[in-house]
T-cell receptor, first 115, second 115 residues
């Protein structure tokens, strides 16, 4: 069964700290992996998309890495700010069966950055 | 330069009524997806539509739920004879061709409450 797991479920850090969020997935034959941010009562904002052929993607203070062989991705946030407080979701698509459009989500990590 | 637009943002229905959720994709996107987020659970795929066609409805409950994406107008997710268990946040996403690894862009969701 293809599943996505995110640990920890919640994380609280002081402002300015660098942090890493973890995502693991079963079945290494992924098509791509996407990191999202969800604010309370809001929709999902796409942060980074990593294709299966890529090892990492960067956007500003965010860096996402992908290691298919170990079934893991990490989202690195540098110099965290209170505005980074949100739930971070990892979502994977697998190419098998032609279903490379079907996002499978983890349950997310709730990040709180304290001033 | 509007993103995915969903309405209404909040919808309250009594048991047995019908709920209609609307989604207008990003301009130029012809691929639409619906996901459901139940309380305390991750987002789950429901259905994938491409103009006038249902491509994959494997995540839709077999009864009471239907979806359409007509040639003109928004995509509609319709829930007939709603029950308490239908209370959830329903998110719509759109993309360019998923076969080219294009990211999905999400709306802010419709929060459905069943009395």
């Amino acid at each position: 069964k293809q599943e996505v797991t995110q640990i920890p479920a919640a994380l609280s850090v002081p402002e300015g700290e660098n942090l890493v969020l973890n995502c693991s997935f079963t079945d290494s034959a992924i098509y791509n992996l996407q990191w999202f941010r969800q604010d309370p009562g809001k929709g999902l904002t796409s942060l980074l998309l990593i294709q299966s052929s890529q090892r990492e993607q960067t956007s500003g203070r965010l860096n996402a890495s992908l290691d298919k062989s170990s079934g893991r991705s990490t989202l690195y946030i540098a110099a965290s700010q209170p505005g980074d407080s949100a739930t971070y979701l990892c979502a994977v698509t697998w190419g098998s069966g032609g279903s490379n459009y079907k996002l499978t989500f983890g349950k997310g990590t709730l990040l709180t950055v304290n001033p | 330069n509007a993103g995915v637009m969903q309405n209404p943002r909040h919808l309250v229905r009594r048991r047995g009524q019908e709920a209609r959720l609307r989604c207008s994709p990003v301009k130029g996107h012809s691929h639409v997806y619906w996901y459901r987020q139940l309380p305390e659970e991750g987002l789950k795929f429901m259905v994938y539509l491409q103009k006038e066609n249902i491509i994959d409805e494997s995540g839709m409950p077999k009864e009471r739920f239907s979806a359409e994406f007509p040639k003109e107008g928004p995509s509609i997710l319709r829930i007939q004879q709603v029950v308490r268990g239908d209370s959830a946040a329903y998110f719509c996403a759109s993309s360019l061709n998923p076969g080219q690894g294009m990211p999905q862009h999400f709306g802010d969701g419709t929060r459905l409450s069943i009395l």
